[in-house]
């Protein structure tokens, strides 16, 4: 009677464990059920931003507004200015840093239809005709950005292009030749 009593005691306990396990085993089930929804609709958010930075001009306002949050983060209000004229004549750059002797023009710039070509293919030739391109591409900004740099009228001798994407970053400045295209432009790239 009392092995029986221990054996039932010890059923009982084994029963109760193993509900609890059970239960364990199904609230990670049930979380793991909601973290898929959760990437889920991550996957639909990207894929609509996707969609959305085909369009030029969207793919403009996110560069600007990528780096207006980066000058917000780390410099107080007074010392930038957004869609600012930097010297007399040559536009409005993207921004404006107002040191207390000179002004720095920097402009966003997203050619997203060059780079892409460079993720989504894997055909060497498509991505060497990719890398071309973006390179134009990149020269043609450039030049964009000179009518920026006027000394004489208290600007930076430099004007920075910044890319809100460290990959096209990284695919402009390991283009040796480019870089020194653009630095003989006057014109430095940041991410």
């Not at 991550?42 to 931003?49: A, E, F, K, R, Y």
């Not at 460290?166 to 402009?172: A, G």
Request: hydrophobic letters at 40%.
């Amino acid at each position: 009677m009392a092995i029986t009593e221990q054996v039932q005691v010890k059923l009982d306990q084994n029963i109760q464990e193993g509900f609890a396990q059970f239960e364990k085993v199904q609230q990670h089930l049930k979380n793991a059920e909601e973290q898929l929804r959760e990437v889920g609709a991550l996957g639909h958010s990207i894929n609509d931003l996707n969609n959305l930075l085909k369009l030029p001009h969207l793919c403009g306002q996110f560069g600007e507004a990528n780096l207006e949050g980066l000058l917000a983060d780390f410099l107080p209000a007074h010392m930038f200015a957004q869609q600012s004229s930097p010297g007399e004549g040559g536009g409005r750059a993207d921004a404006v840093i107002d040191f207390p002797d000179c002004k720095l023009p920097i402009d966003a710039k997203f050619p997203r239809e060059q780079v892409i070509a460079l993720f989504e293919n894997n055909d060497k030739a498509e991505i060497e005709a990719a890398r071309i391109s973006l390179v134009r591409v990149m020269k043609a900004e450039a030049k964009r950005l000179q009518p920026y740099i006027q000394p004489e009228n208290g600007t930076t001798e430099i004007a920075l292009m910044d890319l809100p994407s460290e990959t096209l970053y990284m695919e402009v400045i390991r283009n040796r030749r480019l870089g020194d295209w653009m630095n003989e432009q006057h014109v430095s790239v940041v991410d």
